[in-house]
């Protein structure tokens, strides 16, 4: 063995080379490049590092030279030309397997948040990417402006952000449908509060959505499902919060559980709005403003940037109009209630 790491049979035939190379001047046949990128590859394939293999060739090649008669122009040659061959080879199989690598990545991270392969050998696969599904886990999703994709700069950026912190950590980082995805153990809700802040600021303001934690192998699907539900939510409802927990939005999947009932009261108590001049949505805009500002007439006719007369005499109509006090409680509530629905009902651009 030239060298105690490297195997001689990735160096077979070497020294044979150089010499006939050296005494008789003549060049490396095809078929002596094609076996030297073959050993190179398997060189890789075994786990050797390419640093310790060109040092057992260079250690091999001195130690043949006092006995290569000849011009040492074309043995250098010769050298030059082995070791570039076997590097390519190591090369070419490291590629293979980083792409082998990454469709298997792929392929399970598709299937962990479609839940499309079994539980027991999804879990097994687990392992693999650091990630132990016999606990409870819990996602956070990223939206940012445009779509990103596994290696863009972006999801680099917030990945190593996360790992420089908090290390591997049992933590997943990946993109889906062009949004940026971590994946972490339920318990450590810091990991995905410190992703949900990089993620946020690398998107140039994109907003982020964490699931709850779920237990066991569907969990990470629950809770990635949780997470795009929120985002929808906050598209729907015009919500501004940069981060939304699914765990704080839980009351608007309940509203909307019984469409139909939930049509019903949009229908029956928002309906009459339509018949005002402008059409409803004027008068749904105010009713937002003045429940989203606790019901304080001055904060909502800023928001509007109306004076508080304007916006009383909106109140009045709406009053008028459906027969309830948006300044009473019993019809605050269901006021409110009706107004959460059209939004999510997109009503009344959209027929109930």
Not at 3 to 13: F, K, S, V
Not at 114 to 126: K, P, V, W
Not at 273 to 285: I, K, S
Request: glycine share 8%; with cysteine; aromatic share 6%.
């Amino acid at each position: 063995m030239t060298d105690r790491h490297i195997p001689e049979r990735y160096l077979d035939g070497y020294d044979r080379i150089l010499g006939e190379v050296s005494a008789t001047g003549r060049r490396l046949s095809r078929d002596e490049i094609a076996s030297r990128r073959a050993l190179g590859e398997q060189a890789a394939e075994a786990g050797h590092g390419l640093r310790d293999l060109v040092s057992a060739h260079l250690t091999a090649a001195r130690t043949a030279w006092p006995a290569a008669a000849g011009s040492a122009d074309e043995a250098l040659a010769a050298v030059q030309q082995l070791v570039d061959a076997f590097a390519e080879g190591f090369e070419r199989a490291q590629r293979l397997a980083v792409r082998q690598e990454e469709a298997a990545r792929r392929e399970f991270i598709d299937d962990l948040l479609y839940g499309r392969s079994n539980l027991g050998r999804l879990s097994e696969r687990a392992e693999r990417f650091g990630l132990r599904l016999s606990h409870a886990h819990a996602v956070a999703v990223a939206q940012g402006a445009t779509p990103y994709g596994e290696g863009d700069p972006v999801p680099r950026q917030v990945e190593q952000a996360v790992i420089a912190r908090f290390g591997d950590r049992s933590v997943l980082l990946t993109t889906k449908d062009g949004r940026l995805l971590c994946i972490a153990p339920g318990h450590q809700t810091d990991v995905l509060t410190h992703f949900a802040k990089q993620a946020h600021a690398a998107t140039e303001g994109g907003r982020v959505a964490i699931g709850r934690p779920q237990p066991g192998p569907g969990g990470v699907v629950q809770s990635y499902e949780e997470a795009l539900n929120a985002l929808e939510l906050a598209e729907r409802l015009g919500l501004d919060e940069p981060v939304l927990r699914a765990a704080d939005l839980l009351v608007y999947p309940v509203l909307t559980r019984d469409r139909q009932a939930m049509a019903d009261l949009v229908q029956g108590t928002l309906g009459p709005l339509v018949t005002a001049r402008g059409g409803a949505e004027p008068l749904l805009e105010t009713l937002t403003a003045y429940f989203d500002s606790g019901c304080v007439a001055t904060e909502a006719a800023r928001r509007l940037s109306l004076s508080v007369r304007a916006l009383t005499y909106r109140l009045e109509r709406i009053h008028q109009l459906t027969g309830a006090n948006p300044a009473d409680p019993p019809h605050r509530y269901m006021l409110q209630t009706a107004v959460i629905g059209a939004r999510l009902l997109d009503w009344p651009a959209t027929a109930l």
